[in-house]
């Protein structure tokens, strides 16, 4: 049985024998994290053309989403970038509210930024674990996945599940900390010390480490900004922009933190400026366990926050209340909305059209692996193909947001 | 945000009034399809937007312009960003690229045209991205069905 190929290249081989030869890499290829497919043209070992193919996940997120209630998209939102969840949750969570116009409480606010960070270091430790692996830097990865595993297991805590947290809710959070949460909290920064600063002995000045990566996969800031790159792309070529600092949401405006710049825009700028954001994330989770205040984590607005459960089973109003919002969905106030945060690969948008429905109308999300999936062919051109997977790797594409 | 950027983009780029609003802080310029290229040209070399964001579409069915091409672009040296809009009829789904302003719109055009079929006059490229060669039809078009699959490696009969 003949199968169609579902890509086409953007150039095919040549009929004249100049040496150069076409080799295809993915799309399931096992030392690519991510289902990707790179169609090379190698001159010997360097990389002369790079044509990228991805959609190898679409799951058509965005069709999906104009057929269910505006809570009911949250599992979805969750599986966009599936490293670090709950920030899709919080962006979206927040593109919603802009619409219909709801202030969350204070404490919802602090709770959202602080677990806003501790995903941003669990996302950006997979990454750096799975480029050093790449590498060969195996005791450096299981490090780091121990410390990642902590994470995990201390946002099960929390959420219920260690990956796919749906925890976010349109007006507030799911739940509250348990008991003892920030205690292990502390913990775990604690262990997060001691881990990375093992990573920084093996790794930093790791002479095979810095040969690998040092002058490899170079953007330079004019390409960053020409191809739309932001996050850590954007910040290793040593512009410091970032949503959390630039237009400030959440607890930002309130907190002390610096946004680290990389030099050249290469692998080791990126390895250097996640290592040093997930510092600053950390100094950020002190402060804003310090700022935590008790109060109530759901505003009291019943468009769209469901009803105590004790209040649906004594009281028809509540019991009504409940029903609606689950059968009809809330009615968001027609509009459209663009709102944006700082998730660990970049500027994470949502764009929502709203027909005053219990449903969207639309939801388009700018998901920053997908416009930095654009620019990895000059970021692997003229490189050598043994540093096609570490330079994917430092992109860290994440198929759930880039396919869709 | 400029306060007086509202009333410059308005000045430069959009003469009648009621083309230009603001929402949610951000600056929204209604563009004819005509306008489009030389407006985000003027916006990119006058005024910072030195990044594009984003573009996609909306489906507005039985709409006379049918489609709803809505682009985002932010400046970083101002820390602004804006929305431009234009609307393109089914019949001739065209728009001029932007491929040769912003590197960025290739691959996100890309994806448009996958999405929508919305046709980027200048961009050589509009293979599919997240679809696969041969897929037929526009899956965000509201009168695509959900539940229509066209698998690639048929089914086998169990």
Same mark, same amino acid.
């Given at each position: 049985m003949k199968i169609a190929n579902p890509v086409r290249s953007s150039f095919e081989p040549t009929l004249v024998d100049d040496g150069r030869v076409i080799v295809n890499i993915g799309p399931s290829h096992p030392a690519t994290h991510g289902t990707v497919q790179i169609i090379t043209e190698l001159d010997g070992e360097k990389v002369t053309r790079a044509d990228v193919h991805c959609g190898y996940l679409h799951r058509g997120f965005e069709k999906e989403c104009e057929s269910h209630t505006w809570h009911n998209l949250m599992p979805y939102v969750d599986r966009l970038n599936y490293c670090s969840g709950l920030i899709n949750d919080f962006a979206y969570c927040q593109a919603v509210e802009e619409l219909l116009a709801i202030e969350i409480t204070p404490r919802c606010r602090v709770l959202r930024t602080l677990l806003s960070e501790y995903s941003r270091i669990a996302d950006h430790i997979t990454c750096v674990a799975a480029g050093l692996m790449e590498l060969g830097a195996m005791t450096a990865f299981l490090y780091l996945m121990t410390l990642r595993d902590y994470i995990y297991e201390h946002l099960a805590d929390v959420t219920g599940a260690r990956v796919t947290y749906s925890y976010g809710r349109i007006g507030g959070l799911a739940r509250d900390l348990p008991e003892g949460w920030l205690k292990r909290l502390d913990e775990v920064l604690d262990e997060y010390e001691t881990y990375i600063g093992r990573i920084h002995g093996l790794m930093d000045r790791n002479r095979i480490f810095i040969d690998r990566m040092r002058r490899v996969g170079t953007l330079t800031q004019a390409q960053a900004i020409d191809y739309g790159c932001t996050g850590p792309m954007l910040r290793s070529t040593g512009l410091a922009r970032d949503v959390r600092k630039d237009t400030p949401y959440l607890a930002y405006a309130d907190l002390d933190f610096e946004v680290p710049v990389g030099i050249l825009g290469d692998n080791y700028d990126r390895y250097v400026v996640r290592m040093r954001e997930m510092d600053e994330s950390v100094h950020m989770i002190r402060q804003l366990v310090d700022m935590l205040q008790p109060g109530p984590i759901n505003v009291d607005d019943p468009r769209c926050v469901l009803p105590e459960k004790q209040l649906v089973y004594s009281e028809i109003e509540s019991l009504i209340t409940h029903f609606k919002l689950i059968i009809d969905g809330p009615r968001v106030p027609a509009g459209d909305v663009y709102s944006s945060q700082e998730g660990a690969n970049g500027e994470l948008g949502f764009y929502i059209v709203s027909t =005053? &429905? =219990? &449903?969207?109308y639309r939801v388009h999300c700018r998901a920053p692996s997908f416009v930095h999936m654009g620019v990895t062919h000059l970021m692997l051109q003229g490189g050598q193909l043994a540093d096609v997977v570490p330079t994917f790797g430092s992109i860290n594409m994440i198929g759930g947001e880039c396919d869709r | 945000m400029d306060a007086n950027l509202p009333e410059r983009l308005r000045l430069r780029l959009t003469p009648e009034a009621p083309a230009l609003t603001v929402s949610g802080g951000m600056p929204v310029v209604m563009l004819q399809p005509a306008q489009w290229l030389d407006a985000v040209r003027t916006l990119k070399t006058e005024f910072g937007f030195d990044m594009m964001l984003d573009v996609t579409a909306v489906d507005w069915p039985?709409?006379?312009?049918r489609f709803e091409v809505v682009l985002h672009l932010y400046s970083t040296r101002d820390l602004v960003r804006v929305r431009l809009k234009t609307r393109v009829p089914e019949a001739e789904p065209v728009i001029d690229s932007l491929v040769s302003l912003y590197g960025a719109a290739a691959f996100m055009e890309r994806e448009c045209h996958d999405m929508f079929g919305i046709v980027f006059r200048g961009n050589d490229d509009l293979r599919p991205i997240l679809l696969y060669e041969g897929f037929v039809g526009h899956p965000l078009r509201k009168d695509y069905p959900k539940h229509r699959e066209q698998p690639l490696v048929p089914y086998r009969d169990v």
């Amino acid at each position: 049985m003949k199968i169609a190929n579902p890509v086409r290249s953007s150039f095919e081989p040549t009929l004249v024998d100049d040496g150069r030869v076409i080799v295809n890499i993915g799309p399931s290829h096992p030392a690519t994290h991510g289902t990707v497919q790179i169609i090379t043209e190698l001159d010997g070992e360097k990389v002369t053309r790079a044509d990228v193919h991805c959609g190898y996940l679409h799951r058509g997120f965005e069709k999906e989403c104009e057929s269910h209630t505006w809570h009911n998209l949250m599992p979805y939102v969750d599986r966009l970038n599936y490293c670090s969840g709950l920030i899709n949750d919080f962006a979206y969570c927040q593109a919603v509210e802009e619409l219909l116009a709801i202030e969350i409480t204070p404490r919802c606010r602090v709770l959202r930024t602080l677990l806003s960070e501790y995903s941003r270091i669990a996302d950006h430790i997979t990454c750096v674990a799975a480029g050093l692996m790449e590498l060969g830097a195996m005791t450096a990865f299981l490090y780091l996945m121990t410390l990642r595993d902590y994470i995990y297991e201390h946002l099960a805590d929390v959420t219920g599940a260690r990956v796919t947290y749906s925890y976010g809710r349109i007006g507030g959070l799911a739940r509250d900390l348990p008991e003892g949460w920030l205690k292990r909290l502390d913990e775990v920064l604690d262990e997060y010390e001691t881990y990375i600063g093992r990573i920084h002995g093996l790794m930093d000045r790791n002479r095979i480490f810095i040969d690998r990566m040092r002058r490899v996969g170079t953007l330079t800031q004019a390409q960053a900004i020409d191809y739309g790159c932001t996050g850590p792309m954007l910040r290793s070529t040593g512009l410091a922009r970032d949503v959390r600092k630039d237009t400030p949401y959440l607890a930002y405006a309130d907190l002390d933190f610096e946004v680290p710049v990389g030099i050249l825009g290469d692998n080791y700028d990126r390895y250097v400026v996640r290592m040093r954001e997930m510092d600053e994330s950390v100094h950020m989770i002190r402060q804003l366990v310090d700022m935590l205040q008790p109060g109530p984590i759901n505003v009291d607005d019943p468009r769209c926050v469901l009803p105590e459960k004790q209040l649906v089973y004594s009281e028809i109003e509540s019991l009504i209340t409940h029903f609606k919002l689950i059968i009809d969905g809330p009615r968001v106030p027609a509009g459209d909305v663009y709102s944006s945060q700082e998730g660990a690969n970049g500027e994470l948008g949502f764009y929502i059209v709203s027909t =005053g &429905q =219990g &449903q969207p109308y639309r939801v388009h999300c700018r998901a920053p692996s997908f416009v930095h999936m654009g620019v990895t062919h000059l970021m692997l051109q003229g490189g050598q193909l043994a540093d096609v997977v570490p330079t994917f790797g430092s992109i860290n594409m994440i198929g759930g947001e880039c396919d869709r | 945000m400029d306060a007086n950027l509202p009333e410059r983009l308005r000045l430069r780029l959009t003469p009648e009034a009621p083309a230009l609003t603001v929402s949610g802080g951000m600056p929204v310029v209604m563009l004819q399809p005509a306008q489009w290229l030389d407006a985000v040209r003027t916006l990119k070399t006058e005024f910072g937007f030195d990044m594009m964001l984003d573009v996609t579409a909306v489906d507005w069915p039985g709409d006379a312009l049918r489609f709803e091409v809505v682009l985002h672009l932010y400046s970083t040296r101002d820390l602004v960003r804006v929305r431009l809009k234009t609307r393109v009829p089914e019949a001739e789904p065209v728009i001029d690229s932007l491929v040769s302003l912003y590197g960025a719109a290739a691959f996100m055009e890309r994806e448009c045209h996958d999405m929508f079929g919305i046709v980027f006059r200048g961009n050589d490229d509009l293979r599919p991205i997240l679809l696969y060669e041969g897929f037929v039809g526009h899956p965000l078009r509201k009168d695509y069905p959900k539940h229509r699959e066209q698998p690639l490696v048929p089914y086998r009969d169990v």
